[in-house]
């Protein structure tokens, strides 16, 4: 995913040069490549604080084995495990703003019909910001069923009928 965003962040940047030599405004140009970038960069950030929520994971898992030995707290969605869960599924649902900009900026573009700037440079580029944003979507699609999943297991290992296999089978998960 990262080669993408870089990718998406060097043709909004690329998108500034070329309307450099050209009758549309640079201002407006440059505008709307701030826009791109502002929300290419909190999308880098939101990654950024997904993975490190993940690396938090197993210490928050092994806090609520450690200190409550009847899981009450997975029960009650207190445990730090299943507020690390919520957090990680409000961040990927909170790119979607940013993901939407995206669109928006890369639907102008693809509607261009202007004389000033490369047609061919200006839809290569309203391409790929447009496949980066799908990537994007699939991408968390994938990780909120993901965390689904996560949540279930917590839940199901807090149940008085769960095993140790139940347990077992859920980290092979």
Known sequence: M????????????????????????????????????????NIVEANHQLNESELAMD???????????????????SASVMENVSEREMTVENINEYVETINDQANTLQNY?????????????????????QQIEAYQERYIQSLAVQKAYLQDIATKEATYADFIDGIDE
């Open 2 to 41: 990262s080669k993408k965003l870089y990718l998406s962040l060097t043709l909004s940047s690329s998108l500034i040069l070329t309307a450099c030599g050209s009758r549309v405004s640079v201002k407006d140009v440059e505008e709307s490549a701030d826009e791109l970038n502002t929300s290419l960069e």
């Open 59 to 77: 210490n928050h898992f092994s806090t609520v084995l450690a200190e409550d030995k009847e899981l009450t707290t997975l029960q009650d969605e």
């Open 113 to 133: 019909e202007g004389t000033d700037l490369p047609e061919e440079t200006i839809q290569q580029i309203s391409d790929s910001l447009l496949d980066f944003t």
